[in-house]
């Protein structure tokens, strides 16, 4: 069974960090390129930050460029969105995507609230 697990998320305060992990289980995590979206109150999923198969390639949005790093250890099945200088717009639910090809899989998202 696939399962993807995010973790981490929570309530902080403007300036302060999270770190969100996503454990992958049920297929071959090494083969999946890695993605983080998140969904604000009324707005569109977005695409936050992704990541090659062997963690050698990331891409972020412009939005979170120089505070968010995206990382992976393939032996932990696991993905990670390192979240710092966070902001009120930060604020969503954040998910977790593998993907190869046309296959997707998707996570049920951890809330991230950025608010004094």
């Known amino acids: 069974q696939v399962q993807l697990v995010e973790s981490g998320g929570g309530l902080v305060q403007p300036g302060g960090s999270l770190r969100l992990s996503c454990a992958a289980s049920?297929?071959?995590?090494?083969?999946?390129?890695m993605k983080w979206y998140r969904q604000a109150p009324g707005k569109e999923r977005e695409l936050v930050a992704a990541?090659?198969?062997?963690?050698?390639?990331?891409n972020y949005a412009d939005s979170v460029k120089g505070r968010f790093t995206i990382s992976r250890d393939n032996a932990k099945n696991t993905v990670y969105l390192q979240m710092n200088s966070l902001k009120p717009e930060d604020t969503a639910v954040y998910y977790c995507?593998?993907?190869?090809?046309?296959?997707?899989?998707w996570g049920q998202g951890t809330q991230v609230t950025v608010s004094s």
């Open positions: 049920g297929f071959t995590f090494s083969s999946y390129a």
């Open positions: 990541i090659s198969r062997a963690g050698g390639l990331t």
């Open positions: 995507n593998a993907r190869n090809l046309d296959v997707v899989y």
